[in-house]
């Protein structure tokens, strides 16, 4: 339990980091390049059934990705635009995924922790804390998303967002350092 009693869950972090805001349970697996516009932070794959839905200010909870290599450089520049999700909790290990938040540590010193988690019960809504491997969970209640299931795991994933970070330039596309450019 943690002190705010919630919930404490071990996960195994890919890319180490801190992030807390609401959980986002994504139905399926998402694959970033051409399912993810990195200038809005929306999902824009017409096939994927939370269409729509906004990651930036999330944590992003999903079975998997789901490939296209360009997935990892759709990441690093959402992590570099300030659209991406606070962090990534994945049922299954996605490599690509990890590459493009390494990527983006080290260009932008900009971090988007990425922690695999077995399948459990963490639903859109819930209030999310990563800490490395550490992931606190208070649970919402009945919330627009709660209960909602990874069909191929039997069990609820977790996710939910945060806001994106204000930078000087009054554009939220644009990080901060480019505009003077």
């Not at 998402?30 to 999330?58: E, I, K, N």
């Not at 540590?105 to 077995?118: F, K, S």
Request: hydrophobic share 35%.
């Amino acid at each position: 339990m943690t002190r705010s009693g919630g919930r404490e869950l071990q996960g195994r972090a890919l890319v180490a980091g801190e992030a807390a805001g609401p959980a986002l349970v994504l139905e399926g697996p998402l694959s970033l390049w051409g399912g993810m516009d990195p200038h809005t932070g929306r999902v824009c794959d017409h096939h994927h059934p939370q269409l729509g839905a906004t990651l930036t200010g999330q944590i992003l909870v999903m079975p998997s990705g789901r490939g296209s290599s360009s997935s990892s450089s759709v990441l690093a520049e959402s992590i570099r635009l300030g659209t991406a999700p606070l962090a990534i909790l994945l049922a299954d290990p996605d490599e690509i995924l990890v590459l493009g938040a390494l990527v983006a540590q080290y260009l932008y010193e900009r971090t988007c922790p990425i922690v695999v988690l077995p399948a459990g019960t963490i639903a859109t809504g819930d209030q999310v804390e990563v800490h490395g491997n550490r992931i606190a969970l208070i649970e919402c209640g009945s919330g627009a998303g709660a209960g909602v299931r990874d069909p191929g795991r039997g069990g609820r994933v977790p996710g939910r967002a945060r806001d994106p970070a204000p930078d000087s330039s009054g554009d939220p596309g644009r990080p901060p350092d480019e505009a003077q450019r």
